[in-house]
């Protein structure tokens, strides 16, 4: 029997790499002559750097980085096996848990890591990224990464606008003749699993905001600013970008990649698993093992589990998904590829108990359900 183990990470307790381990193990203990695939999998946000390092065979980079409060850090990205493809993850330099609670001002943090990292990547010689967008702190539109890669943008007196959403207001010209001529040989993609647009009531201000420490009238100003950074980028660029689907994702910075680096904004999980050649490893395979840490209503908008389950069930491969927790109505999962979900809480627990005993609670649900196949 061939089992592909195919799962997101539980967020705050598991990484991808280590749930794929624990059904494997979990898998060998019931069916000790199991042929068992691990594929880590990450849908743009937390986790998609190892995941896609682990399976393309990738080493990770270390670059020394500004976080979204401007103090330096150790930042990690990865450079595929090839050499020529960097996988980002934009939460290693602006992700919102680099940041206690108190420092969360999206008046003021910052994109400017992100920047920081792609010149590094140039400098090691790569041309293509894969980017995943989620988990930001910030709402700066993504100016912040762009001033890093060399675009200035100038308030009436001609000078630099300072870091921050709340700046986006003083811009009165944006110059890009002294961007890094590099990127002129690159291709972006980015990972992004929301279709929030820039502005507006469903934009990044006022969805995003709030979890990034914006009061309600911060979000009407940061809106507001935003607006008027977008006018200013059709005016100088000729690029109009309010109406772009994931334009808002990470604080705007969608915005940045598409509007100034000519990128691609695509699905997050589709992406991922476009890049591992995901379709071409169900081949042969008899069973595939997913999961998240909480399975909803959302997940079927671009999250792992559901990624995973059209696909397989393209091949009429049956799917099972090992989660943390099942919330809400699920039922309309079931016709989309899944085939059946197991929650590993197995009794009355606290989530600080599921939490820190996530990996054998993995390992006995996966012993559980390889049990119905093994015949």
Known sequence: MRILVA?????????????????????????????VVMLPIADGGEGTLEAMSYATGGRLVEAIC????????????????????????????AGLYLINREQRNPYYTTTFGVGELIIHALDKGCRN???????????????????????????????????????LGKIDSIDP???????????????CDVDNTLCGPKGASYIFGPQKGATPQMVKELDSTL????????????????DIKGGGAAGGLGTAF?????????????????SLKFSEKLEGIDLVITGEGQIDDQ??????????????????????????????NVASLYQLGLNAIFSVVNKPMTLDQAMNNAYELVQQTAKNVVGLFNT
């Open 129 to 167: 990224f894969i980017v995943g967008i989620g988990g930001s702190a910030t709402n700066d539109g993504g100016v912040g990464m762009l001033q890093a890669l060399g675009f200035s943008f100038l308030d009436k007196a001609r000078n630099e606008i300072d870091t921050g959403g709340l700046a």
């Open 227 to 242: 607006k008027h950074y977008a006018n200013v980028i059709h005016r100088d660029l000729g690029v109009k970008v309010l």
């Open 299 to 328: 997940t079927a908008h671009g999250k792992v589990p559901m990624g995973v389950a059209k696909r397989a069930k393209e091949q009429n491969i049956p799917v099972v998904a090992i989660v943390g927790s099942i919330s809400g």
């Open 7 to 35: 799962s997101d990470s539980f967020k705050g307790s598991l990484s991808s790499i280590d749930v794929c381990k624990a059904v494997s193990e979990g898998i060998k203990e019931v069916i000790p002559n199991c042929e």
């Open 177 to 191: 003749s002294n961007r890094d001529k590099r990127l002129d040989e690159c291709t972006f993609k980015i990972a």
């Open 66 to 93: 500004t976080n979204p409060v401007g103090e330096r850090i150790s930042g990690h990205y990865s450079i595929s096996g090839d050499g020529k493809t960097a996988v980002i993850e934009m939460a290693k330099a």
């Open 258 to 274: 598409v509007g100034f680096l000519n990128a691609e904004l695509v699905s997050g999980v589709d992406l991922i698993l476009d």
